[in-house]
Each structure stands twice: as structure tokens, then as C-alpha cells.
């Protein structure tokens, strides 16, 4: 167990829809990191969040967005979901942005478009 | 073009031999990870490389880097069952604003 947890496990929608995937980093990590992660793509960094700000952009689409909260909890929102973006979501965490900046990461989200 | 290409994509080995798994990369990095994914779980960090020549070792993996040559190896030494999975590597690129960039990965499999 990573200490990152995901929410939720499993989601089934509809294309068109919108949903929103909850990550909560290990305690004391400030940034935060989304991947996807799908058979045609392989895996893709989306973007990073340290300290409730922006620090780096992959290869996110526009209808995707994402922030990170206070708390600092991230969110990232899904929206006008497409066929082809049914796939495992990851969250990861690490203690800072620079530096050493291990990566841990979450048992993921299975996001499955209909 | 930013590019990861790992090599082998797939690799079958038998127990107690020894191989290495290269990454190569095409882009200015200032840091290298590996990981390692079992079938329909998490990735789990193993090694994250910093410095040109830099070895790292944990039970019988090993990894090193090579900045100029722009070549990670990870090596296998006397391989076990435990250690079939799925091996990604993944670099931080520095040119322009950052992104991670991940190899296609290696699935390794040791037979018994």
C-alpha cells in the first residue's frame, strides 16, 4: 500500500458524460501527479500539481481538467467523455517537485465509457 | 520527437539467469525512473536516477544510467519467479516545460 488512495475504484458511463476522479496523496506529499493509462497509448503523463498550483502539462485534452485543493487533495474532471477514453487513471504523489521526487502511486481508476 | 524506447518489449528467461533491460531515450532529461507493474495492479517505484553514471542496486535488480549515451539499463541478476512483471521506464524531460515521457514497457516473464 502506497498511502495514495483513489476514488472510485471502477466507473461505468456513457459517452457524452461527465465524471470526476478523486486522489488523496500520502500524508506530507505536496505534489500530485495523474496518468492514464490505456492499451493504445500506453502510459501518459497528464499533469502535475504542487501545492495547489499547476507545474507541469502532458498530454492532457481540453475537455479534461484538473486541480488541486487546499488540502490538498486533487480532482481530475472528465468531461464529454469519448469511447476511446476508457481507461486505468493513476494518481501518484511525491514529497516535493524538485530533487529525488520518488513517485508513489495509487491502485488507480478504471474508467470504462459505453 | 520525445521518445522512451525500451528493449526487449517481451522477455522469457529461466530462473537463476542473468539479462538486462535497456531504456534509451531522445530527449534532454535530468532524472530517470524505473517501475514495476503485476498484471491489473499499481505502479511500484523501484529506482529513480539522477547524475550521469549513477548505480543503484535493490535484491537482484540493478540500475544505472548514462546521460551522454542517453541509456538506462536495468539488470537482472540470477532471476526468480517473484520477479515476473511488467518493467516501465520513464524520464523527466527538460526541454521546454517538463513532462514525463514512459517507455512502452518490458514484460518479463521467468519460467520455473
Known amino acids: 500500500d502506497s498511502g495514495v488512495t483513489q476514488t472510485p475504484k471502477h466507473l461505468i458511463t456513457a459517452t457524452g458524460q461527465r465524471v470526476t476522479l478523486r486522489c488523496s496523496p500520502r500524508?506530507?506529499?505536496?505534489?500530485v501527479y495523474w496518468y492514464q493509462q490505456s492499451l493504445d497509448q500506453g502510459l501518459q503523463f497528464l499533469i502535475q500539481?504542487?501545492?495547489?498550483?499547476?507545474?507541469a502539462k502532458g498530454n492532457i485534452l481540453e475537455r479534461f481538467s484538473a486541480q488541486q485543493f487546499p488540502d490538498l487533495h486533487s480532482e481530475l474532471n472528465l468531461s464529454s467523455l469519448e469511447l476511446g477514453d476508457s481507461a486505468l487513471y493513476f494518481c501518484?504523489?511525491?514529497?516535493?517537485?524538485?530533487?529525488?521526487?520518488?513517485?508513489?502511486f495509487g491502485p488507480g481508476t478504471r474508467l470504462t465509457v459505453l | 520527437e520525445l521518445k522512451v524506447e525500451q528493449n526487449p518489449l517481451f522477455l522469457s528467461m529461466q530462473e537463476g539467469k542473468n539479462y538486462t533491460i535497456y531504456c534509451n531515450y531522445s530527449?534532454?532529461?535530468?532524472?530517470l525512473y524505473w517501475y514495476r507493474q503485476d498484471p491489473g495492479k499499481s505502479l511500484e517505484s523501484l529506482f529513480v536516477?539522477?547524475?550521469?553514471?549513477a548505480v543503484k542496486q535493490e535484491g537482484r535488480l540493478m540500475a544505472s544510467l548514462d546521460t551522454k549515451a542517453r541509456l538506462s539499463t536495468l539488470h537482472i541478476t540470477a532471476a526468480v519467479h517473484d520477479l515476473s512483471a511488467t518493467y516501465f521506464c520513464?524520464?523527466?524531460?527538460?526541454?521546454?516545460?517538463?513532462?514525463?515521457?514512459f517507455g512502452t514497457g518490458t514484460r518479463l516473464k521467468v519460467l520455473a
Open positions: 530527449t534532454t532529461s535530468d532524472r
Open positions: 500524508s506530507g506529499d505536496l505534489s
Open positions: 520513464a524520464v523527466r524531460t527538460t526541454s521546454g516545460t517538463y513532462k514525463y515521457i
Open positions: 501518484a504523489s511525491s514529497v516535493v517537485s524538485t530533487g529525488y521526487n520518488e513517485q508513489f
Open positions: 500539481y504542487y501545492n495547489g498550483e499547476e507545474r
Open positions: 536516477l539522477l547524475s550521469n553514471g
